[in-house]
T-cell receptor, first 109, second 117 residues
């Protein structure tokens, strides 16, 4: 079955601490994975995708096919990073995204 | 502003009523989607249209019927509303999936918070 799992509902860290939001997936083909973010009172927006291998707002995510993971990392968290983060898997060739349950990141001052 | 817009932003209605949510995008995208976000913030796709053709139809009750009059609009009509329909409904759009199978970024609307009493 195609599935995305984000085991942490809430991750709370202090400003300046490293952050890792976990994402594991289950997919039989070659996965295409994304991280979307929803800041307070804003719409859901793309943060990064594994294909582009870029760093956005200091966040990076590496696809590990052996561990079927796509964890999101940032070395030094900022208060403005506080938001809901969704890991998503593109399923098939229709644009269908399967989302994980979401992780709320809370960065404390 | 170029964006995905939804109306209304809030919708409060009683059980048994019929209601519609409208979505419009002016990004020139071919594909539009409806997602449901439940009370636990879990996001799940409901429908998708590509150039007015239905391409994704998840296991959604028949009371939900999407309609796409043109590729810039995707409306969601819900009949006989039930308490469990209370959720935030998000519309999104994107360019059509590449022939290689890789997808494009999806642009989301602000959401419509539906409350059924």
């Amino acid at each position: 079955a195609q599935r995305v799992t984000q085991p942490e509902k809430l991750l709370s860290v202090f400003k300046g601490a490293p952050v890792e939001l976990k994402c594991n997936y289950s997919y039989s083909g070659s996965p295409e994975l994304f991280w979307y973010v929803q800041y307070s009172r804003q719409r859901l927006q793309l943060l990064l995708r594994h294909i582009s291998r870029e760093s956005i707002k200091g966040f990076t995510a590496d696809l590990n096919k052996g561990e079927t993971s796509f964890h999101l990392k940032k070395p030094f968290a900022q208060e403005e990073d506080s938001a809901m983060y969704y890991c998503a898997l593109h399923s098939g060739n229709t644009g269908k995204l399967i989302f994980g349950q979401g992780t709320t990141l809370q960065v404390k001052p | 502003d170029t964006a995905v817009s939804q109306t209304p932003k809030y919708l409060v209605t009683q059980m048994g009523n019929d209601k519609s949510i409208k979505c419009e995008q002016n990004l020139g995208h071919d594909t539009m989607y409806w997602y449901k976000q439940d009370s636990k913030k879990f996001l799940k796709i409901m429908f998708s249209y590509n150039n007015k053709e239905l391409i994704i139809n998840e296991t959604v009750p028949n009371r939900f019927s999407p309609k796409s009059p043109d590729k810039a609009h995707l409306n969601l009509h819900i009949n006989s509303l039930e308490l469990g329909d209370s959720a935030v409904y998000f519309c999104a759009s994107s360019r059509k999936v590449r022939t290689s199978g890789t997808s494009y970024e999806q642009y989301f609307g602000p959401g419509t918070r539906l409350t059924v009493t």
